[in-house]
């Protein structure tokens, strides 16, 4: 298989190799966007639309009645129990070489697939997760609830598990020297495996829904997809801004989406000509890429949690605040994912569907996809790919201004409604010119 040799397992996508046009245009339009968007939102939307919003259309009856069906549920259980026992097998009795697809699977269609899954069709990680499967069978076994196992989970703790989680696994993609070794996938994965399934017996699925670091991205994630649940728990239809509105601000949130957008912020940066240079010159080149990382995440929290702490809300103290603002960086989260990685995905994406026909290297063709070619047809229409991954980084962030609009309106004193928004829209700008810069620097 030729593409073999070339299988990026670092990943990244081309920056500036794909990127045919103008950076100062492509930042000052973007600039512009958001400046005149606020303007708008701030004459024209006087009143909350999404805030409080839990109700939808009713979803087709056809499709609620299977989604809501216990076979079906059932039925999403066994797959994703099969994936992994899969994963596992590739993972612990395939070869150390490249051309084992549990590189691909872990880094590429785990990590990265798992937005546009969500987006489509909803938290499909916890529909999937075989840790929700484990809780569901201790419950049965028990009599007690799935979601509230033996011990109680401490709600002070939030997200902060998920959080550190997440960082652990971008930890372990970017900066690890290793993280090509067949050894250290297998220490990550029996160590997520064995910390989510104590945890789904200890306290159940509540356990698994604040700290499961996938979960909780994936989660996150369908809150933009259109699918959702009213009070009453039936499927509804809803704008998904209105979704993204019932985002609980559970302790963490914040940290949550600082480490997906600084890591990914990290990565574009790492892949710069400038950090290449400079890092190869370094005494220490993997300590200065631990502090880069950590560097980006801490930046991120910190300029948005400044910015949003800086005018007060009635009721809430100021340490409080950027929790209930964190949802509108879900938008700008999903839009620079997929600006950064739309042809990591759809090209490494194939080549790893195509070796989990052999997941042991033996030249074996189980799935029937071994012959398969690989369609570079992305890569082939560069001035394409620029524009969406442009579209993609201001659609998030214009979605990120509307969501932050409508929830300083319904928390905000009155007086406070415009001028309280102006260090979270300079801190918007600031992430969306410095990510088109990175993204085009790469």
């Known amino acids: 298989m030729p593409f073999v040799d070339d299988l990026p397992l670092a990943h990244g996508v081309g920056g500036a190799k794909d990127l045919p046009i103008s950076t100062e245009l492509a930042i000052a339009g973007a600039v512009a966007a958001l400046t005149i968007s ?43 129990l099969l994936l992994t026992a899969y994963t596992a097998v590739a993972a612990y009795a395939g070869k150390d070489l490249l051309i084992n697809p549990v590189f691909g699977m872990f880094y590429v269609l785990w990590w990265v697939g798992i937005v546009p899954a969500s987006l489509l069709l909803g938290p499909v990680w916890r529909a999937l997760s ?18 509230q196992g033996w011990l109680r ?58 700290a499961d670091p996938f979960e909780v991205y994936s989660s996150l994630v369908a809150r933009l997809s259109v699918w959702g649940r009213d009070d009453a728990g039936a499927l509804v239809v809803r704008s998904p801004l209105a979704n993204l509105a019932t985002l609980p601000a559970l302790p963490g949130l914040t940290a949550v989406v600082a480490v997906l957008f600084g890591s990914t912020g990290f990565d574009s940066f790492s892949g710069s000509a400038r950090w290449l240079s400079f890092a190869q010159r370094a005494d220490h ?6 502090l880069a990382l950590l560097a980006f995440v801490l930046t991120v929290g910190l300029v948005f949690g400044v910015a949003t702490a800086m005018t007060p809300a009635p009721g809430l103290r100021r340490t409080d605040v950027p929790g209930r603002f ?76 509307v969501a932050a609009h409508d929830r300083a309106i319904a928390l905000l004193r009155r007086r406070d409604q415009l001028t309280g928004q102006l260090p979270l829209l300079l801190a918007m700008v600031a992430f969306t010119a410095g990510g088109l810069y990175l993204l085009f620097s790469a």
């Open 153 to 210: 989970y401490p709600e002070r703790l939030g997200l902060w598990p998920a959080a550190l989680g997440l960082y652990a696994f971008v930890w372990m993609e970017l900066v690890f020297p290793h993280n090509a070794e067949l050894s250290a996938v297998q220490a990550w994965g029996t160590t997520y495996a064995v910390l989510m399934t104590a945890g789904a017996v200890l306290f159940g699925g509540r356990f698994l829904e604040r």
């Open 326 to 401: 964190a949802h509108s960086m879900v938008p700008i989260v999903v839009g620079y994912v997929f600006a950064h990685y739309l042809s990591y995905l759809v090209q490494v994406g194939q080549q790893t569907v195509i070796l989990m026909s052999d997941p042991l290297s033996t030249g074996a063709n189980l799935l029937g996809t071994t012959n398969l070619p690989v369609n570079y047809w992305l890569s082939y229409h560069p001035s394409l790919l620029a524009d969406l991954k442009v579209l993609g980084v201001v659609t998030g962030h214009l979605l990120g201004v």
């Open 130 to 147: 075989p840790f929700r499967a484990v809780a569901w069978l201790v419950g049965r076994l028990t009599g007690r609830d799935p979601d």
């Open 285 to 290: 080149p993997d300590l200065l890429k631990n």
């Open 38 to 80: 606020f303007t708008i939102l701030a004459v024209a939307w006087r009143q909350p639309r999404y805030e409080g919003r839990t109700s939808g259309r009713p979803a087709p009856a056809a499709l609620a009645a299977v989604v809501d069906a216990a076979w079906f549920r059932v039925a999403l259980r066994v797959l994703g």
